[in-house]
């Protein structure tokens, strides 16, 4: 789902290109937030929370509150509603908390 | 409403004060009352690294810390409170050495420690990086590392000394700050607060970096200054590292929790005293900077948080603990420089015997504040 007009926004969108969700060829514009791209692809669970691996959404928006922590090309821990959409990109659900490269 | 009299008041909900109360409410002591000014652990209590350790260079903060590692080791079953959330955690700390002159400091430390029973042991940079493995082991001359060193849960060890107190009669007074300190005939008579007087004669002084302002109240000068320390913290990650990884020549501390994030904090040698507890970006990029040289992959940490909290120093970087020569019935347990929190199980069982007119089961003498009279101090040096 994509709001295509609105009273006060103007959307700039960037070039259609194609990125990886779990193994799966989507589509989205280039710039545009993951998260953006994925929610209007239908996807709505984006983490799950470490205690009790409950499934997580879009909420914040901002980069605050960690609930779209997600692997972007190998990365763990993007915050995807504040990651720029690029060409290619593969995008994974997150098991666990992340791995630093040690 | 506020109790018109007490046997004991004590001053300050940190985790001395709530241990104290509970030790002396054990052992049958009437009527303890607890006041504090904010909330329970809104003082230092909240605000520290949580670590445990028994790595000390002198032989006092070596005992204490070594006897409250043994009372923590088994806390949820004498407080009642579950484990889970005590957390306390036994994987070792690691300290880094880099220089001459520190090494010589930590063979001094680590045969003072063996000689008490303390399993510490000076470890090569080899064996250092077997520890941790992102350790960066460039210009390390070696380590030392004691593995029943750790840590544990602040807010939850308060909770449970406090619930352990009240559910033995103690009460406790959030949100009543302290006005003065009602003397007759050189001793104490009542505590005044915001909230009404407390009668009482005798008088626990737990209150951390404010506790100079508690002693002035009734007329006593005690060299404990309040000093600014800054602490941030991670998003959390798979747990990579077990010890708590220490450097003096750095000033820095970086702790990995059980849940994930990593806890970072360093000292500024220039921190003014004062009761600031602002936080600063200047910290924020000088811890990092010191963070990635000592412990490299942690580059790719976000920093989620940061605050500041206040050590309570005394001259020796040792407790002061004891009743005042001048004011009968005015005890201090402040002055704790940054290691409060770790000691604070034994320091209060012995406080509370000191309260009640018992001769504590280890003598404490020496850590009353006469000893900054004589000139005679015994500093501790491994203070970050």
Redesign the interface.
């Known amino acids: 789902m994509r709001i295509e007009k609105h009273p006060i926004l103007e959307f700039q969108k960037g070039a259609k290109i194609k990125f990886l969700f779990d193994g799966r060829e989507l589509e989205g514009y280039a710039g545009e937030p993951v998260a953006a791209a994925l929610h209007a692809a239908g996807v709505r669970v984006l983490s799950h929370s470490?205690s009790h691996n409950r499934p997580r959404g879009f909420w914040c928006a901002i980069g605050h509150c960690?609930s779209c922590?997600m692997r972007v090309n190998g990365?763990?821990?993007i915050r995807v509603c504040i990651e720029p959409l690029a060409e290619g990109m593969v995008v994974e659900t997150q098991k666990?908390?992340?791995?630093?490269?040690? | 409403m506020i109790k018109s009299s007490a046997q004991v008041v004590i001053i300050g909900g940190g985790i001395m004060g709530a241990a104290i109360a509970y030790n002396l409410a054990r052992k049958h002591c009437r009527e303890v009352v607890l006041v504090e000014k904010n909330y329970l652990t809104s003082g230092a209590t909240g605000r520290c690294g949580a670590g445990i350790r028994q790595q000390w260079g002198t032989e006092m903060n070596c005992l204490l810390s070594q006897k409250s590692v043994k009372i923590f080791e088994n806390l949820p079953e004498e407080l009642d409170y579950p484990a889970v959330l005590i957390a306390f955690k036994q994987k070792g700390y690691l300290f880094l050495i880099y220089t001459g002159t520190e090494m010589e400091l930590f063979k001094r430390n680590v045969a003072l420690q063996n000689r008490l029973g303390i399993p510490s042991r000076l470890v090569s940079p080899r064996e250092a990086k077997d520890l941790v493995?992102?350790l960066n082991t460039e210009k390390l001359l070696g380590g030392a590392y004691c593995p029943s060193d750790g840590h544990a849960n602040p807010f939850h060890v308060t909770q449970a000394y406090a619930k352990a107190a009240k559910r033995l009669g103690v009460n406790v007074f959030t949100n009543t700050g302290v006005t003065g300190i009602l003397k007759d005939r050189g001793r104490v008579a009542g505590v005044a607060t915001e909230r009404g007087v407390i009668k009482c004669e005798t008088v626990v002084n737990c209150a951390g970096g404010h506790a100079g302002i508690i002693a002035a109240m009734a007329g006593i000068s005690l060299p404990v200054y309040p000093e600014r320390r800054q602490v941030m913290v991670s998003?959390?990650?798979?747990r990579?590292q077990d010890p708590m990884v220490i450097s003096l020549t750095h000033h820095l501390y970086i702790q990995q929790q059980p849940?994930?994030p990593f806890i970072m904090g360093m000292g500024d040698p220039n921190e003014p005293r004062s009761f600031n507890i602002k936080s600063g970006w200047r910290f924020v990029v000088e811890t990092a900077r010191a963070v990635c040289t000592v412990l490299p992959?942690?580059k790719?940490?976000?920093i989620?948080r940061q605050w500041a909290g206040l050590y309570d120093m005394s001259p020796d970087a040792q407790p002061v603990l004891g009743e005042s020569p001048e004011v009968k019935g005015f005890y201090t347990a402040a002055g704790f420089s940054g290691h409060g929190f770790m000691i604070a199980p034994y320091t209060a069982k012995l406080m509370a015997q000191s309260v009640l007119g018992e001769k504590p089961e280890m003598d404490i003498a020496m850590l009353n504040y006469h000893r900054f009279a004589s000139g005679e101090l015994v500093l501790e040096p491994a203070v970050v």
């Open positions: 470490h960690s922590n990365v763990p821990n666990g908390r992340g791995r630093l490269d040690v | 493995n992102h998003e959390p990650v798979d990579i849940h994930g992959p942690l790719d940490l976000r989620v």
